[in-house]
């Protein structure tokens, strides 16, 4: 597999692993039977959510998540190898394939960058 390949596939599993942190109903320290990574990524989006470093962060993971979050919202690439497959697992688990205002507000409550943008979401 060529390294961008690999990459990309790292950032699809951390856009759906992130997602399933926000909405998972176990409580943290519970065994989650969807991932063993459940618990760390509950770690990070709550590091996340409460981090205001931004950029500047020393987790690794916090930076590189919020790069993350920010192109798939605001991401208009049809083709986009990131984005589209991960739309696409949304689509099928999700009646509306659309971001619920909840999670719209979560990803909105991490920017400090686009803060002045326009919000534009396109799913
Ligand atoms: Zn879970
Ligand atoms: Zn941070
Ligand atoms: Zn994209």
Request: proline share 2%.
């Amino acid at each position: 597999m060529e390294l961008k390949d690999k990459i990309n596939k790292q950032r699809i599993q951390r856009l759906a692993l992130l997602r399933h942190a926000q909405k998972c109903r176990h409580a943290q320290g519970e065994e989650c039977s969807v991932t063993r990574h459940c618990g760390m990524m509950k770690d990070l989006w709550q590091h996340m959510i409460e981090c205001h470093r931004y950029y500047d962060c020393e987790e690794p993971f916090c930076v590189t998540s919020r790069y993350i979050l920010i192109h798939y919202r605001d991401c208009m690439n049809a083709e986009c190898e990131t984005c589209v497959p991960v739309r696409a697992a949304i689509a099928r688990d999700n009646a509306i394939s659309r971001l619920s205002q909840e999670e719209k507000e979560l990803i909105d409550g991490l920017m400090c960058l686009s803060q002045h943008q326009e919000t534009k979401i396109n799913v």
